[in-house]
């Protein structure tokens, strides 16, 4: 088989017996301008994709600034929705919540190089789900993750039963290493966890509640959740 684009072209150019409205000579001029652009090309050096770069520096900037990542595209894992499956069947949501319709709304730096991420799916009726998770740093361009370690999950409705004040029924989870825990926004549109020895941890804030983890280590004594209005100003501790 001949290497030689043009003739390989030649041999593809139809019969006499085609009409030649399905091969005008304007088309023919372009395509063989295109293929001889694209043959004088094919020993060019490309430059490489920073295609790792780039998902560390996504990484990066949602850590940072505690945003969500939901631009990313793709279809949810199947991990994911078969681990919060029950969703679908629960009591009261007018039909259940899909978890493939979930969103990360949020994420920090967790434990090991990996994030701490909030998830969100809702429902009917002000119903909606919320899973944190710890997944690798490399997941977060994605829908969700593949491999990840769920941190408990809950679902209610707003509308059915309010929200909390700050602090206000607040949740916590201990890890063989890491404690997990969730807690009332009321006024606050930030938080930081203080701990006993100065350090802080960031928060996440999703459908008025905070969510964040800490080192075991730390939780005692027990450190003070903080809580910041829009201008900077303290507006409760707990």
Known sequence: MTKDLLTTLEKLRPSDTVSAELWPEN????VRTRIMATENNIGATKAPRRRVGAIV????????VVVGCAAATGMMPKAFTDM???WQTM???NGGIDPSTAERVGSIPGPDGTLFSVFVAHGANGWRCVAPVFEASADIDKV???KFIGLGHGC?????????SFGGGAGYEAGPHEATYDAGAGGAV?????????????T?????RFYGWIPLSLTSPRPTLVGYAADGTVVGTR
């Open 27 to 30: 088309v023919q001029d372009a």
């Open 57 to 64: 520096l996504v990484a990066a900037i949602c850590a940072a």
């Open 84 to 86: 919060y499956s029950g």
């Open 91 to 93: 009591p009261g949501t």
């Open 144 to 146: 969700g993750p593949s």
């Open 156 to 164: 209610r409705s707003i509308d059915l039963y309010g929200a909390d």
């Open 190 to 202: 930030r938080a930081e966890l203080h701990t006993a020895d100065g350090q802080i941890y960031p």
């Open 204 to 208: 996440i804030l999703a459908e008025d």
